[in-house]
């Protein structure tokens, strides 16, 4: 492949951006200065200029080899910060063409007509500039003095042909073109337009690409990589494979970020019995020593911090850092989390650092590397991370420590859930599968379909003992319509049930007519499914099954029926006596629990209070460590936009609502993490920040959840003596009886049941009903 450079200018930067390149298997290396080894396919700088003067930054550039036919990517800060203007123009001078695409969408920073925004607000009044000694640029143009191009959107969203030609019209003009960017799609429109101009017959320059670690990652999408992604990269001298670096070490976390979310990263870490060090001008360097060595001594765990109260040069910060972590280091073996480029590059040069080899990240920017002495370090811009990014990152460093695959760092800390067995299929007094009824829902509807279409499928009975709870008849017309084949019996109970492949149990009360109409609401079919669920309730409370998995059914025919209640979970919390249950949603890529659900949303702000936020959250938690989560992380959702935004949103719901009930649970141990802006909550979800999200209110749990993944959704309620799934659709009238009804939902809602439900014995054990 073509050798690639990436010329950053702070650590932390050059950390997140060489992690863009290794998650899409490019074998990737920070060089901290000029490289002097052999290099990598993809080599990362530091040029650690970020705190210099304009000129140092200039000189630096000028001073870096770019040998010919090296693909140069000038990494900059997705908020502008730093000498962008003179680095830009020090590539021009060297004979480039630079085309500038500098957004980061997954932090909602973006670019149009020119104007770097934030979550759509200009940059310059969004208050991110406020430590940065000059103010911020309304636009690009200004970061430079050299003649300048603008690409508008409408030329990126033109066509891959189109969008090069104009891209090479306008470098015509001038070597610097900036280019509008909202979206990765965007960004992946930029790279290809460039890797096309990279290739035009009789080039006088080559082109250079400059903007945020997003623009990096479209680069290393586009760009074949030298090795499989996910393979093994290689080792460091005799370190053996990346990923295995020896036996567990104590942690020193450095934060020298005077950012005030760096601030709120330090104390989550500290909730969590970290010993914490606040660095002083006034303090005598030499018992800051001796207080981190003590505390090592004492706990794996210590942690030096600075903030803009404290030291406010940034540089002096620092500088005094590192003496103080050199010190440390000199007398115990300690791996790092350090938080601020500034403060990584200053402690990892004290060090004598050269090298960094990216490993893994926690979230977008915070990374863990290799150091060619093979200490583990782990990085992070200040301004970035959620509120518990430090005590992941410390936790990521102890798992890649005690590492039992040195290439899987994935299911540490995971359990085996209780029913897992070698020979699940057996029927024995061994048999641990959990019982499972499932309830056929309005018999009108696709439930009878989509419940055979589930226990048809492979996994149905090699981890479960499904019953169903439904009409024999309507399920034969289901199996019927989906064109397959079933042995539907009538059992009285899961006692007298018999578990193979290709069979159906059925509990059948004789509830339906033979000749029920499809796709009509009918008082029959919703007072049969209010029956089905009783009976599946009272299974429950006698220990008879461990889980409960639900067909959609129909309110309209449960109102018609007499049984007036909002739906399901409302339904089952009545059934077993419960006052207080919550709706979790599930997709593969989120969990979603609600703190109010079918309610209008003016009743639904009204009603949040910290007392059931508090008890929200315990009962997702809870639900997940069931599920074999060992230590879930939660993000709860604001009510406003923005979280508030300090007050501009709203009247303070959130400072009043929701922060005191993250308070309570912070202190108990459980990692929620709040109020977060729901826009943002989700994203982050969706990408596996978070194992569950926290909705304030209906709409603002499933309207993602049907974005992410309604095909293959599943509804849970957590709260009841025993779980339940359901899937995330209903009764879909216009379908039923056509047999062209997708069954993976409920699929997933019974393998989910099964997941999150006990063995038998484990239930037993644990208090939970039984006969």
């Given at each position: 492949m073509t050798p690639i450079t990436v010329i950053a200018d702070d650590l932390s930067g050059a950390a997140e951006t060489a992690e863009q390149f290794r998650l899409r298997g490019h074998e990737t290396t920070v060089s901290l200065g000029v490289p002097t080894g052999p290099p990598a396919p993809v080599t990362v700088v530091d040029l650690g200029t970020r705190a210099g003067t304009a000129e140092e930054a200039r000189v630096a550039i000028d001073a870096l080899p770019l040998p010919v036919g090296t693909l140069v990517l000038k990494k900059t800060d997705s908020l502008w910060r730093g000498h962008v203007g003179p680095e830009l123009e020090a590539l021009a001078a060297r004979g480039y063409d630079v085309v500038v695409a500098g957004a980061l969408p997954a932090l909602g920073r973006t670019v149009v007509d020119g104007r770097p925004l934030v979550d759509g607000r200009p940059l310059a009044e969004s208050g991110l500039w406020h430590l940065e000694p000059r103010r911020a640029p309304s636009g690009l143009d200004d970061l430079v003095d050299h003649p300048t191009v603008l690409v508008g959107l409408d030329v990126v969203r033109s066509g891959p042909t189109a969008f090069a030609g104009c891209l090479h019209d306008a470098l015509v003009g001038g070597p610097l073109a900036f280019v509008d960017a909202e979206t990765d799609a965007d960004l992946a429109a930029v790279v290809d337009a460039v890797l096309r101009l990279a290739d035009r017959p009789g080039s006088r320059r080559p082109v250079a690409l400059a903007g945020s670690a997003a623009l990096a990652a479209a680069l290393a999408d586009a760009v074949a990589p030298s090795v499989e992604p996910g393979g093994d990269l290689g080792t460091s001298g005799d370190a053996g494979p990346r990923g295995w670096v020896g036996p567990e070490r104590p942690v020193l976390v450095v934060v020298g970020s005077a950012a005030e979310v760096a601030r709120g990263h330090v104390d989550v870490l500290a909730a969590t019995g970290a010993d914490v060090h606040v660095l002083d001008p006034a303090d005598d360097a030499g018992d800051l020593v001796d207080a981190a060595r003590a505390s090592l001594a004492l706990s794996p765990l210590a942690v030096l911090a600075v903030t803009g109260r404290r030291l406010a040069d940034p540089a002096a910060a620092s500088v005094a850092l590192a003496a103080v972590v050199a010190r440390v280091a000199a007398d115990v073996e300690v791996d790092l989390v350090l938080t601020g480029g500034e403060t990584a590059r200053a402690v990892l040069d004290r060090l004598a650092t050269?090298?960094?080899?990216?490993?893994?990240?926690?979230?977008?920017?915070?990374?863990?590397?290799?150091?060619?002495?093979?200490?583990?370090?782990?990085?992070k811009p200040g301004s970035f991370g959620g509120s518990t990014v430090l005590a992941d990152l410390v936790d990521l460093v102890r798992r890649t420590r005690t590492a039992v695959d040195p290439h899987d760092l994935t299911g540490v800390g995971r359990v085996r859930r209780p029913h897992e067995t070698e020979n699940p299929m057996t029927t024995t007094t061994l048999d641990t599968r959990p019982f499972i009824a499932v309830t056929m829902g309005d018999g009108a509807g696709v439930g009878p379909e989509v419940t055979v279409g589930a226990l048809l499928d492979e996994a149905a009975y090699r981890d479960a003992r499904p019953v169903v709870v439904g009409d024999a008849h309507r399920l034969r017309l289901g199996a019927a319509a989906l064109g397959v084949e079933a042995e539907i019996v009538e059992v009285d109970g899961p006692a007298d049930a018999v578990f193979t492949p290709g069979r159906i149990n059925v509990v059948d009360p004789h509830l339906l007519s033979a000749d029920l109409p499809w796709g009509a609401v009918s008082a029959e079919a919703g007072h049969a499914a209010y029956e089905y669920i009783r009976i599946a309730c009272e299974l429950g409370m006698a220990g008879l099954v461990q889980g409960i998995c639900t067909a959609p059914l129909n309110k309209a025919a449960l109102h018609e029926a007499g049984h007036?209640?909002?739906?399901?979970?409302?339904?089952?919390?009545?059934?077993?006596?419960v006052g207080e249950v919550s709706m979790m949603l599930s997709t593969p890529k989120i969990k979603v629990i609600h703190v109010t659900t079918h309610i209008g949303l003016i009743d639904a702000i009204a009603k949040i209070e910290p007392g059931l936020v508090e008890r929200t959250v315990r009962r997702g938690w809870e639900a997940l460590r069931r599920a074999g989560v060992d230590d879930p992380r939660i993000g709860v959702c604001a009510i406003n936009p923005h979280a508030g935004e300090n007050g501009l949103f709203g009247y303070g719901e959130e400072a009043e609502k929701i922060t005191p009930a993250i308070e309570v649970l912070q202190a108990d141990g459980i990692r929620a993490v709040g109020p977060l802006p729901a826009d943002t909550a989700f994203f982050l979800g969706g990408r596996g920040d978070y194992d569950?999200?926290?909705?304030?209110?209906?709409?603002?749990?499933?309207?993602?959840?049907?974005?992410?993944?309604?095909?293959?959704?599943?509804?849970?309620?957590?709260?009841?003596?025993?779980i339940r799934t359901s899937v995330d659709h209903g009764t879909a009238f216009d379908i039923a009886g056509t047999g062209v009804v997708a069954v993976g939902s409920m699929i997933e809602a019974l393998r989910q049941a099964v997941e999150m439900s006990p063995s038998p014995a484990d239930a037993a054990r644990v208090g939970a009903p039984s006969a």
């Open positions: 050269t090298t960094l080899r990216p490993l893994a990240q926690v979230e977008h920017g915070a990374v863990l590397s290799r150091t060619d002495d093979d200490r583990l370090v782990a990085t007036v209640f909002p739906g399901h979970t409302e339904l089952l919390a009545h059934f077993m006596g569950l999200i926290v909705a304030m209110y209906h709409d603002q749990g499933h309207g993602p959840v049907k974005v992410l993944g309604i095909e293959a959704g599943v509804n849970i309620t957590v709260g009841l003596p025993v």
